[in-house]
């Protein structure tokens, strides 16, 4: 490839530090070396401005490799169903499934097809979105190794066979790709042991409350200052009582990300980002909503009567909280939604039920993601707790 392009001198690509064999391991397969070199030498590139090259690296915020894999997959799996016109392809880690390895800035995915035994041997696929909207089958074999088709690129122009949007050429110049502007190393997850069928039907089927949501998502083996919070300097704090349930779940989890989605403040943190000062401010940006917006803001907020009370939100700034209606432990949880029209109270639907639904893909809940038919639960039922509270 330092034959076909030229290094960017003003922002020239840094090469990333990947433990190959860790990450190998975690993928189950061997990795093509021209793809290794390209990544050690250049990491996340960017070639032509317009094609970029996604490796096993992370930037806090903007990029994680584990988690970009698994939402192009899921992405394009989902898409190529909806459109009718080709069959849906299996994807790693399915023996011979795609694998991604890019995107364009013409949101096409590139895939490599794994299904040859030799990794060198590995051909590009290509997703093209443009497709989809003139009814065609999305998916393009290019036949090319991942050198040869970023040189054939560059070179330009390679076109599929059906005549729809080609590559190139592509300026002949590699860059630094600019939203990783300081990748790290990519440390792959642990894998989850498989649960039993029994388990597994226990968790997602037959189980109820706590017992259930603990097989699901098993808590943090490191829960710290166990214990805690305080809950009566919490309640004094906030001017009231919280409800049992969800003490007795802050205690067993912590605050944390539930499904990659759902974000619960914590308690424990007296700064901006916990739960005192998030509930405050929510109710009042609130407050200013409603006095614009009375019609499609109708709720009351803490401290009014039966007031809505937040304590967690979404990843799409969807607010999740209690009307504070009586006893907390009657409290009717309900979702301040942003991009829909508010609903009604979750009546009769307590706080462990509603996560032990959602992530079993049971029903819709405002403000939280749908699973796809052919998700497994297992894979998104995670929990990731919060690393340490930003204030005392």
């Known amino acids: 490839m330092a034959a076909v392009v030229a290094v960017d001198r003003e922002s020239p690509p840094v090469g990333v530090c990947v433990d190959w064999e860790r990450v190998e391991r975690w993928l189950g397969v061997r990795l093509p070396g021209d793809y290794k070199a390209l990544a050690d030498a250049w990491g996340p590139a960017d070639f032509g401005g317009h094609l970029w090259l996604h490796v096993p690296c992370r930037q806090e915020g903007r990029f994680d490799y584990g988690e970009w894999l698994r939402s192009t997959h899921r992405m394009c799996r989902i898409l190529s169903r909806e459109s009718g016109a080709c069959r849906v392809p299996e994807f790693r880690p399915a023996e011979g499934g795609l694998l991604a390895w890019g995107t364009t800035r013409a949101a096409e995915e590139l895939f490599w097809d794994t299904s040859a035994a030799d990794p060198d041997r590995w051909t590009v696929t290509v997703f093209r979105r443009d497709a989809l909207y003139r009814e065609g089958n999305p998916w393009w074999e290019t036949g090319l190794t991942l050198s040869e088709f970023l040189a054939a690129v560059v070179r330009g122009p390679v076109r599929p066979a059906d005549g729809g949007e080609g590559f190139g050429p592509l300026p002949a110049v590699v860059a630094r790709n600019r939203a990783l502007t300081g990748p790290g190393p990519w440390t792959p997850p642990p894998r989850r042991v498989p649960l039993s069928p029994e388990l597994r039907r226990f968790a997602l089927e037959t189980g109820t409350g706590t017992a259930a949501l603990r097989v699901l998502v098993p808590p943090p083996p490191d829960r710290p200052r166990p214990g805690e919070p305080a809950w009566p300097e919490v309640s ?131 403000g939280l993601p749908a699973l796809d038919e052919d998700d497994d639960p297992l894979e998104f039922a995670v929990f990731r707790p919060w690393e340490a509270p930003a204030g005392g």
């Open 236 to 366: 004094e704090r906030l001017g009231t009582g919280l409800p049992r349930e969800y003490a007795e779940l802050m205690e067993l989890y912590g605050a944390g990300e539930w499904g990659g989605w759902l974000r619960f403040y914590d308690p424990l943190d007296g700064g901006g980002s916990g739960l005192v000062a998030r509930s405050r401010a929510d109710a009042q940006v609130y407050r200013e909503l409603r006095a614009e917006f009375p019609e499609e803001c109708p709720l009351p907020v803490w401290p009014e009567p039966g007031g809505l009370l937040s304590f967690a939100d979404s990843a799409d700034g969807d607010v999740l909280g209690w009307l504070t209606e009586g006893e907390p432990d009657s409290w009717p949880l309900v979702v301040w939604p942003r991009h829909a029209g508010q609903g009604p109270p979750l009546h009769g639907m307590t706080l462990t039920g509603m996560l032990l639904s959602w992530l079993r893909g049971e029903g819709r809940i405002p």
